[in-house]
């Protein structure tokens, strides 16, 4: 079953008021997105002016033209002076239907969180090779980056807590051990410059294409559970 609701029309080019533009638009009972529909909700919280809500009823459905999901209101509530049709809507999504939504919210969430990773990657950390490209130290400075450590930027009213980033000047290294009494490796000539003034140069291999599909595929999973009615099979 489709969508039938109410929506505003151009009225006829005949009526002088619709050439004029003046309320040249009419409010008609539509009904569409046949086999399209993929959940209902009732009594949707809606605003109907700056500071007045009602609620209504509205059909979750897939459309093929815009290439993603719209929300129809069919049926308005508690707000008598507005929108009062009462249209009617029940889930009738296609197998097909459901395929390019489920399509749509993958490659939504694999867009979201491939720029989370990399966003992420792009943040200079132990291990990435990073470049000073502004700043009054050490610009122009390419090398590993060997720890971070927050401190004080500015001073005054003004102070803030950024990150600064050690990166090694060579491959010297000493023994030392750490609280626990673990040995590491650690580099003895380092330039501590503050991270905004540096820019990961490695960031890529640091994103995990397989992790951020998994993000991708999960979430894809949680929204088809929850924004999807299930179909109810009438016995023939």
């Not at 009732?42 to 700056?50: A, D, F, I, L, Y």
């Not at 296609?94 to 990657?121: G, R």
């Not at 330039?191 to 993000?215: F, I, M, T």
Request: aromatic share 12%.
């Amino acid at each position: 079953m489709p969508v039938t609701s109410s929506v505003s029309v151009l009225k006829d080019a005949s009526d002088v008021r619709a050439l004029t533009g003046f309320s040249g638009y009419e409010r008609k009972m539509l009904t569409r997105y046949a086999g399209a529909v993929l959940k209902i909700n009732k009594g949707v919280t809606v605003q109907v002016m700056s500071d007045i809500w009602g609620s209504e009823d509205q059909a979750f459905c897939w459309d093929d033209t815009l290439g993603r999901p719209v929300v129809i209101g069919f049926a308005g509530t508690e707000y008598s002076y507005s929108r009062t049709d009462t249209g009617h809507a029940e889930v009738d999504y296609t197998p097909e239907v459901l395929a390019k939504y489920e399509a749509y919210l993958f490659q939504h969430y694999l867009t979201k969180f491939t720029d989370e990773a990399i966003s992420k990657a792009q943040v200079p950390a132990r291990g990435k090779t990073v470049k000073v490209y502004k700043g009054r130290t050490a610009k122009g400075m390419v090398g590993p980056a060997v720890g971070t450590f927050e401190s004080s930027y500015r001073a005054g009213w003004r102070t803030n807590i950024e990150l600064k980033v050690g990166i090694a000047k060579d491959d010297e290294t000493v023994t030392v051990n750490r609280r626990d009494g673990t040995p590491y490796e650690k580099h003895v000539n380092v330039e501590w410059v503050w991270a905004r003034n540096v820019e990961v140069l490695d960031y890529e291999k640091h994103v995990d294409p397989l992790y951020v599909a998994w993000q991708a595929k999960r979430n894809t999973v949680y929204d088809l559970r929850a924004k999807v009615a299930a179909q109810v099979k009438v016995a023939a």
